[in-house]
């Protein structure tokens, strides 16, 4: 079992900036990657960025050059740092964890953290 707890959402200004972090317990050293979706009311969870065991990172097309996926692992910690937001970047946050597929699907990620609210004003 692996919990996950999500936190750093709020609400800032067009073009400001969010740090949101995720602390991992239990089998931690089991993920194979750690992901970061966001789901929008009224559409579907979209893979953000994912960081697989590897360090090697991964980031959706609207969010490359403005966030950034690390982890920490003496801290069990994965953040995304998350810079120039726009109001399309509104949504409930979640972190992810996947135990054996390093993949980009909601089916790939076996546990889920409650989620964490960003809204971007204009």
């Known amino acids: 079992q692996v919990q996950l707890a999500e936190s750093g959402g709020g609400l800032v200004q067009a073009g400001g900036s969010l740090r949101l972090s995720c602390v991992a317990s239990?089998?931690?050293?089991?993920?194979?990657?750690m992901g970061w979706f966001r789901q929008a009311p009224g559409k579907q969870r979209d893979l953000v960025a994912r960081?697989?065991?590897?360090?090697?990172?991964y980031y959706a097309d609207s969010v490359k050059g403005r966030f950034t996926i690390s982890r920490d692992n003496a801290k069990n910690t994965v953040y995304l740092q998350m810079n120039s937001l726009k109001p399309e970047d509104t949504a409930v946050y979640y972190c992810?964890?996947?135990?054996?597929?390093?993949?980009?699907?909601?089916?790939?990620?076996?546990?889920w953290g409650q989620g964490t609210q960003v809204t971007v004003s204009s």
């Open positions: 992810a964890a996947a135990l054996s597929r390093v993949g980009t699907l909601i089916g790939d990620y076996n546990y």
């Open positions: 960081i697989s065991w590897n360090g090697i990172t």
């Open positions: 239990g089998r931690t050293s089991s993920t194979a990657a």
